[in-house]
């Protein structure tokens, strides 16, 4: 489920890229907190108020462009208020560091044209970053999620402990995806699907054996759906797994040291643990 820019080869988190998005950008405000860079070089309003460590430093007002719109990461609840994991860490990140944030939603396909631009400071968006492209425009912060590939199964289902096990199962798998490729390469039986919810449909009613996807996206499948008979049989390892952080422009080291400052000291207090509970019914803030 991850709103993530990967390079062709990364074999995790992928499937979420082309995720929800909003019919049109809004703006919501927020006095609690959040955090990041903003471009030196575009003419905008917040560049008006001075660099982004200048305004970290005399606790003024940081911009995040974020989805509104990408739940558990980025949504609206019940009441009309944006939360989400990546929301939230934003503000705490914020109250940290003791400015206030404004929140700018956007559509992913524009979100980091719109940093790159000055539209905003930084994106909180469970962007992990690691296309060497998008490296070369770009820094992250200190991660405050990490996550991989997932294999999901029948909770009475014992026989899949690797990749290696599931040779000649089926397995339900949109056909683009890189889990669909990962479990081509484990020469699993393909049964195509159209995404996430069908396949985990297809396991329950025994029509496959098994998918696979986002370690996120099935932690936040389980604690919604706590009695659907599934559970998560195998996970990538360590070496694997991909950290989402706060993301800035190129140019801003210092402030990005201090974003980076302010989620290690989230770690460190349980803050990121608490949210991760909260969301996904685990800390996803550790590889």
């Known amino acids: ?11 995790v988190l992928l499937a979420a890229c082309g995720g929800q998005q909003s019919s049109a950008p809004t703006q919501s405000t927020d006095s609690a907190s959040a955090a990041s860079a903003a ?19 005399n606790k003024g007002v940081i911009t995040v ?3 509104g719109t990408y739940a558990p990461f980025t949504y609206h609840d019940a009441s ?12 705490a990140v914020a109250e940290k560091l003791g400015v206030q944030v404004e929140f700018k939603e956007t559509q992913w396909d524009g979100m980091m044209a719109g940093l790159k631009a000055g539209r905003f400071d930084i994106v909180a968006n469970q962007v992990a970053l690691t296309s060497p492209e998008r490296q070369a425009t770009f820094d992250k912060a200190e991660p405050y999620t990490w996550s991989g590939a997932a294999m999901m199964a029948r909770a009475d289902d014992d ?4 990749l290696a096990d599931i040779k000649g199962i089926k397995a339900a798998q949109t056909l683009s995806s890189n889990y669909g490729e990962m479990a081509r390469e484990a020469q699993a039986e393909i049964v195509p699907v159209d995404g996430m919810a069908q396949a985990l449909t297809l396991v329950q009613q025994k029509r496959a054996e098994l998918t696979l996807n986002d370690e996120l996206s099935f932690l936040d499948y389980l604690k919604k759906n706590p009695d659907s008979g599934l559970k998560i049989v195998w996970t990538a390892p360590e070496e694997q797994k991909v950290g989402a952080g706060l993301i800035v422009n190129k140019g801003n080291d210092e402030a990005l040291a201090k974003l980076s400052e302010a989620t290690k000291a989230l770690h460190e207090d349980g803050t990121l643990k608490r949210l991760g509970e909260q969301f996904f019914g685990k800390d996803v803030s550790v590889k």
């Open 39 to 57: 471009n030196n070089t575009a003419p905008t309003q917040a560049n008006v108020a001075g660099s982004l460590i200048d305004r970290i430093n």
């Open 65 to 67: 462009g974020t989805e």
């Open 80 to 91: 009309g208020k944006l939360t989400g994991y990546d929301v939230e860490v934003a503000r």
């Open 159 to 162: 026989r899949f402990k690797s």
């Open 1 to 11: 489920m991850k709103k993530t820019l990967f390079s062709a080869a990364t074999l």
